[in-house]
T-cell receptor, first 115, second 112 residues
Framework: GAVVSQHPSRVICKSGTSVKIECRSL??????MFWYRQFPKQSLMLMAT?????????EQGVEKDKFLINHASLTLSTLTVTSAHPEDSSFYIC???????????FGSGTRLTVV | DAKTTQPPSMDCAEGRAANLPCNHS???????VYWYRQIHSQGPQYIIH???NNETNEMASLIITEDRKSSTLILPHATLRDTAVYYC?????????????FGPGTSLSVIP
């Protein structure tokens, strides 16, 4: 089946620095990818829709200048958390639209801790 | 997308069937019922989906009421590894480009 690889799985960074998270579709091309954020004991919250070759579409309340999304190829989307602060500490998950029965495959997530 | 309602938590004894309910009273005629689960600190995993007929695969069975306003996910013989948060989602099928929006889900605890 389709596989989405997310890297890194865990990252710790200092407050004020930027962190890049990669989401790759390993055996298929994904023109559309999604980025979610999940705080402890809460559900996944959709942040943005990433479309290959065009600007991402952000959900209401998500700062596009803080969460930079680039989808430069059919197999890679990146999320950069700029000037990270402790409140950005969260579990970030990507998903890619595929041709399988579910329609979407999710990555294994990235645990970001900002200290 | 239609909204869904699920109980926040459930317990199930190991080896017994786990029956997870979901209400989706405003579902549209072209919307499917999808179930995902999320084991702690992992990405969501697809389980099963259906339109109006009952469905079964190697992981679970999905029972959809005739009026399609509710459904039940059945894990026939729950194991400790089935402990997870289960999400019921209604959306148009995989040929559309709609987003997958998650509700709170049901936290299932399988007890030894």
């Amino acid at each position: 089946g389709a596989v989405v690889s997310q890297h890194p799985s865990r990252v710790i960074c200092k407050s004020g620095t930027s962190v890049k998270i990669e989401c790759r579709s390993l055996d298929f091309q994904a023109t559309t990818m999604f980025w979610y954020r999940q705080f402890p004991k809460q559900s996944l919250m959709l942040m943005a829709t990433s479309n290959e070759g065009s600007k991402a579409t952000y959900e209401q309340g998500v700062e596009k200048d803080k969460f930079l999304i680039n989808h430069a190829s059919l197999t890679l989307s990146t999320l950069t958390v700029t000037s990270a602060h402790p409140e950005d500490s969260s579990f970030y998950i990507c998903s890619a639209r595929d041709s399988g029965v579910a329609g979407y495959t999710f990555g294994s997530g990235t645990r970001l801790t900002v200290v | 997308d239609a909204k869904t309602t699920q109980p926040p938590s459930m317990d199930c004894a190991e080896g017994r069937a786990a029956n997870l309910p979901c209400n989706h009273s405003t579902i549209s005629g072209n919307e499917y019922v999808y179930w995902y689960r999320q084991i702690h600190s992992q990405g969501p995993q697809y389980i099963i989906h259906g339109l109006k007929n009952n469905e079964t695969n190697e992981m679970a069975s999905l029972i959809i009421t005739e009026d399609r306003k509710s459904s039940t996910l059945i894990l026939p013989h729950a194991t400790l590894r089935d402990t997870a948060v289960y999400y019921c989602i209604v959306r148009v099928d995989r040929t559309s480009y709609d987003k997958v929006i998650f509700g709170p889900g049901t936290s299932l605890s399988v007890i030894p």
